[in-house]
């Protein structure tokens, strides 16, 4: 399969609601019954076309002769973790998986991390997703329905209430794909997310980094994991391309919506970036900048020889942002039993 699929002509998943009225008119049926299988599709999760008990017989039966489909992809296996958080392992029509995560927040929801791309191509050292190189960049309908499939590995009592492009891949790289599953996941009818639930994160694909913020209102994160650009040449080769200077002259123009804050991931890998003076710079690098800076010790996979830093180490890294002002956050790391935790995501070879 090419590196940009071709969205299947007949997955009713991957169609837009107003590509579906003009699919279903081809039909010879009405406007409503677009929005009525729509509903069923991406509200309730449907994957039956006998399940759309209010669609007539007939238009079903035209739908099934028609060779429509839903759905774009399946679960082959779900993880619970001792802290709550579940890793869904999903299948594609052509073989190849990818995984997403549901964490467990306050209040019974969850926010899911979602997979923008099979494996990824931008090779951070520090990430198991970026060591695998890219495959191929999912569909909009692919990235959709992991949300909506998703909701099955959520308890009764629960929800799906945040989407973060977190996930394997770089989102911005495949930004066609993700603009579309934006818009789907923010149709009322359907997921019926706000914009201000969704987060894009990015290695820091400039000229991208601009196109998003021109258009979709949503909540941007910034992988940044280095103050010099010698130590982001090493850990983001992306930052060959466009240094830090570039990408953050990119990010202070980025249209925030009034009260958010941008942030800043920074995983912290011991004594590769994690030093006072680090922690000095990156206070530097983001003043004046409406931002939140979100520090996550590193999480071990097999083979970069990174270290986690302490304990003791992260809290004085914290303690230096906070006492100028700055907010800085802990990740809790969530998932590191059953390999779900930030930078782990990938299927594994067999045992």
């Given amino acids: 399969m090419s590196i940009r699929p071709a969205p299947s002509e007949r997955s009713l998943t991957e169609m837009s609601r107003d590509r579906l009225r003009e699919t279903l008119a081809a039909l010879g049926e009405p406007k409503y019954r677009a929005d009525q299988v729509y ?14 008990t209010d669609v007539p ?16 992809v399946y679960v082959e296996r779900v993880r619970e973790s001792v802290d709550g958080t579940r890793k869904v392992q999903f299948r594609l029509s052509d073989g190849a998986a990818i995984e997403s995560v549901l964490i467990p927040m306050p209040g019974g929801v969850f926010t899911q991390c979602v997979s923008s791309q099979v494996g990824c191509a931008m090779d951070c050292q520090f990430c198991y997703t970026g060591k695998l190189g890219l495959s191929r960049h999912l569909t909009a309908g692919e990235i959709v329905d992991q949300v909506v499939t998703a909701r099955a590995a959520v308890p009764p009592e ?51 980094i601009d196109k998003l913020g021109q258009t979709a209102p949503v909540n941007l994160a910034i992988s940044l994991n280095a103050t010099t650009n010698e130590v982001r040449d090493r850990v983001m080769p992306v930052n060959k391309r466009w240094p830090i200077e570039a990408l953050l002259e990119s990010v202070r123009k980025y249209p925030l919506p009034p009260r958010r804050k941008l942030t800043f991931e920074y995983v912290l890998l011991g004594g590769v ?42 809290r004085a890294f914290q303690r230096i942002l906070l006492n100028r002002g700055l907010t800085a956050t802990v990740r809790v790391t969530k998932g590191l039993d059953i390999d779900a935790a930030c930078g782990q995501l990938g299927e594994r070879p067999a045992a």
């Fill in 273 to 314: 970036n994690d030093s006072d003076e680090d922690a000095r710079r990156l206070l530097k690098l983001l003043r004046g900048m409406a931002a939140r800076v979100n520090l996550i010790p590193w999480n071990p996979f097999s083979g970069p020889a990174y270290e986690r830093p302490s304990d003791e180490r992260v």
């Fill in 158 to 208: 629960g929800r799906i209430d945040h989407v973060v492009y977190m996930g394997m891949g770089e989102p911005l790289h495949n930004f066609d794909a993700v603009a579309e599953s934006i818009g789907s996941l923010c149709d009322k009818d359907g997921v019926a997310l706000s914009h201000k639930r969704i987060t894009v994160s990015t290695s820091g694909l400039v000229p991208q």
């Fill in 57 to 72: 017989k007939a238009l079903r039966q035209k739908l099934v002769e028609g060779g429509y489909t839903i759905g774009r």
């Fill in 39 to 52: 509903k069923w599709i991406f509200a309730r999760g449907v994957r039956d076309f006998d399940a759309m």
